[in-house]
């Protein structure tokens, strides 16, 4: 069912599922879902069931209430239907899905979920979320991303994790890792409750922890309308200032590339390999942060991230074969670090701050990515400060020592800049710089003396930021070699390894989704008692019991 | 390949894969595997590479050495044979074993592994690991189980983790994560290690902090024993003492039931289902910790432990079926406490010490059971001290509230002691009721107020401490409605829900060996890239190169 390009890109105008509606500092996102706008034949949206599709139009709405209403301090989660508030992801779409896609769409809305709750913690743009109809499996997913649950006191209105019961999956999209470490719920009430298929309402739901407060029918609009108002009030978002627009991504995808403005990704479909080259700014940094708003989502580290985030998703979920992922730059380092500095210094001001958290956020992307990555970096590159966190991300890193025959370029060269050191923490917490010298602290103070100064390939390999370094005379071939070797390994094998390598250090609730309850819920995605022919996940809705096979492992 | 009963007793005499050697303070831990003796026909053992029944031993080994020999302070894990350390587990046998096999023997050597660790840690007893020969694969993640490796540089030797290019799987029992965690090898480092065959030797391996030390040949043996005589002088152990001999558990195992000293087993097949039974003392606790020692191997708290151990690896193994535990208890919860408290009192005895932290080992091995588990208290149980932590390890715990009709055995009650306070953290890090309470601290406060209190189903229930309460008119039919409905859900599932719910709140390097990589490698495990006709693990040793799908999940 993976034959159509799937395309990230959408507007609010284009929208099937969501409506946004404005009220002051506060925006109501309600979640409307037509049943007849699956991205793929064959199943019907029910009951505000979603698919990757209807994720992505959450996705770009969740990015433009951040960047296009600096006003909005307070985001309210609803349904726009009378008796259910979300189903979950939709059944039949599971059942017929590819591994691989079920895969790939439990992490992107992993990740859409992340960038709810980070509005919340670093944007000023509080989620609450309005809970009025059933919200089952999914969709109590989605409303324990918020940081408020409200839940209707009706008699029938009530949160539920039915995964387990109805088919023999778990809520795998973050809800049990939230259910523990975010809303803390005691160990044996969350496990009645992830196996009570009719879940809990009413009072109790707030006495185990699942809801913030429950409110009766006859109160319920204004209490709701009064808690968003409460929470935007404590919002710093500049309540008067003017978003920005984020238009359409352009691009250009031929057989061999993807073409957008900053980004050039190759596609070398022989080699298993895609290269991604990102251009550095062209332009001066501007004279004001106003100029820098009034130059909108062209504003290069804007225009570049967006751009690279889109590529991801593209190479994700359109290119599974691509089972490699070469960083390349190409400009210059000390520009890319004038526009780190400038971002910083401006860090107060809303669009900035929004900025930098949505280049945190793109390459936390890169980070849980189930591809390896190599950086390379070479004569005319501009791994520098937000770009050189490419080469911390990578699996490995190998720079280029002295020049190319015939190149005139400057030589490679790393430039550490202050963002490196603290403007884009991994899930972890901890900055890549801070996991990769977990075991060498002094390193890492080292490094950090090291700002600014232009390294080159044996001064940068010294400090331990890349892996190896090749001269003329071997690059071409110590580069092809370690290509074509991690070609040639179990694609499955590698996605364990990289899982296992990148997250070294403290463990987050963010850590744990990817790391910890993505891998139970793959293993349980290929056992039969769900996916099988007998299976729960392929049963579901036929009226036929699933059959399992009885042995624990 | 798991129609016999696989027994985990063992002792020295019937060894057939380890030495023993005792040089006072130092004792040497000899791997000398016999190819032919493999646990299951259809493999040989050969370059020490191992089966379950090696790991059985080497558990077995570790026991004794704490409890046997109090005068032993440095353990040094070595190899028998001349060119080799040890060679990983043995492949034709993972080939050939099902997919709940594989899984619990990885399952069983971490816990081995982790038990190593636990001696170094709080028994005074350390391991080193003297590398001559190869290390690969498990035998590295063996090596790295020890706080000191010394690697021989003779430049033949060398460690490695060859399993993702020769075998498409990850070096999963602990390894990657000892790599990243404990060793804290640099990421892209790592990642150079995982996936180069012939692995890393001489100083670039100190360098890469994959040892501590490399010894040229000619230094060798006396390096190795100066380095192990240095550690073993920093033992608080008592050279002097005299150990405890443990001698073989007695049990009676028929159709319907294991049967121990202490601990009775019925078997349910039908309902899928193992009642565990433990028997509180039945002796008042000894005059001094003296005649505690002259009791030996019969001290109800060593004997209990012991026997429940052997009980719940007999079930992980030879019982798959059983995909539920049910606790219960019987006898006198005054009478648990008072040998909680003798414990306590002489927790700085080098035998009470072992008994307290084999008691945490034992508890922390029904954490990790991938089983259902509920503890039933009732009328007439000791849910005190040690045995309350039944309740808090299970996923869920029922309590009888009032009497039984005809019954004038004690109410069911819970007593709290210092024990559940501290004595047993999880791997985690925290004890149950800390993990238990992590959304309401205050309520652990006020438990700990109620040690020595008999609680009574109510005020149990009041407290947080059990999930639900019925008294006679009720208990049986929901007891037995819950346990069916338990027995009906997928297997799978199950164990996904419990490893995410069972260890909430911190992680450590034990709890990411369990949850991330253990579920990554169970992921890895079933995919045909590994374990298909095609996939490296069956052809491994064929001369065939194995076929992979390419496409990255």
Redesign the interface.
Known sequence: MNQKIIDFRTEPGAYRHWKIEFDGPVAHLLMDVDASAGLFPGYELKLNSYDLGVDIELYDAVQRLRFEHPEVGAVVLRSAKENVFCAGANIRMLGKSS??HK??FCKFTNETRLSIEDASEHSGQVYLCAVRGTAAGGGYELAVTAEHIMLIDDRKSSVSLP???L????P?TGG??R???K??????????F??TEEGVRGKRAVQW?LVDEVIPPSAWNEKVASRAKEFSEKSDRPRDAKGIVLHRIERDITDTAVVYKHVRVELEKEK?QATITIAGPTEPVPASVEAAQALGDSFWPLAMARELDDAILHLRLNE????LLAFRTEGDGKAVLAYDDFLAAHGAHWLMREILHYLKRTLKRVDVT??SIVTLIEPGSCFAGTLAELAFA????VMFSGNRAGDNRAPAAIILGAANFGAYPMGNGLTRLQ??????PETLVKAETQIGATLDAEAANDL?L??ATFDDTDWNDEVRIMLE??AS??????????????F????TMET?IF???T??????F??P??VGEDG?LKRYGSGQQ?V??????
């Open positions: 591994h691989g895969v790939n995964e387990l019961p088919l023999a999956v778990l795998g049990l890792t259910v523990t470490d809303r803390k719920v005691r160990r044996d009430l969350a496990d009645v992830c196996t922890r298993r599974p074969e691509l089972g189930s591809r990578a699996d490995r890193a996991t990769r010298f977990l075991g060498e331990g890349v892996t070797e991690r390994f179990s694609p499955d094998s590698l996605t364990g390894l990289e899982a296992n390598l990148r070294a250090g403290p463990e744990r790391g910890r309850l891998a139970w819920q793959n293993w349980i290929q056992r008692n769900a729960a699933p399992y096979d009885r042995n624990r492992v």
